[in-house]
């Protein structure tokens, strides 16, 4: 069933956007040390986890799948092991997929919401 966001859905849904963005964005600055690397693949794999639901219960399978792979890219775990120029590219697109998925949820949850209150006058 597709539900509509109420107001504490929208707030974590921006916090689990803005969080994984802002990591990845300040890992495109030289210097890091290894550690924040592998923080930066435990808040991207979670935040990723944590859309996976939102994206099911509004049928985007395809968005799903989408950050079911960056979960799987990002995990802390089983490392991907790539070149920094790599990462590079991958963190950008991946604040990419990020910030579109945010809009693609709220979209959609907007409009459910409008169908209801049309469906109830």
């Known amino acids: 069933m597709v539900k509509s966001m109420s107001w504490a859905d929208f707030a974590v849904t921006v916090l689990v956007t803005i969080v994984p963005v802002l990591v990845l964005l300040l890992a495109l600055a030289p210097g890091h040390?290894?550690?924040?690397?592998?923080?930066?693949?435990?808040?991207?794999?979670?935040?990723a986890l944590i859309f996976l639901p939102m994206f099911h219960g509004h049928q985007l399978y395809g968005w799903m799948y989408a950050f079911g792979f960056i979960a799987l890219l990002y995990n802390p775990i089983f490392r991907v092991h790539l070149t920094r120029d790599i990462?590079?590219?991958?963190?950008?697109?991946?604040?990419?997929?990020?910030?579109?998925?945010?809009?693609?949820?709220?979209?959609?949850?907007?409009?459910?919401?409008?169908?209801?209150?049309?469906?109830?006058?």
């Open 33 to 47: 040390p290894y550690g924040y690397f592998i923080f930066l693949r435990w808040v991207v794999c979670v935040a």
């Open 87 to 121: 990462w590079m590219v991958l963190n950008v697109v991946t604040i990419v997929v990020f910030a579109a998925g945010f809009v693609v949820i709220w979209t959609r949850s907007r409009r459910t919401a409008k169908e209801r209150s049309q469906v109830q006058s």
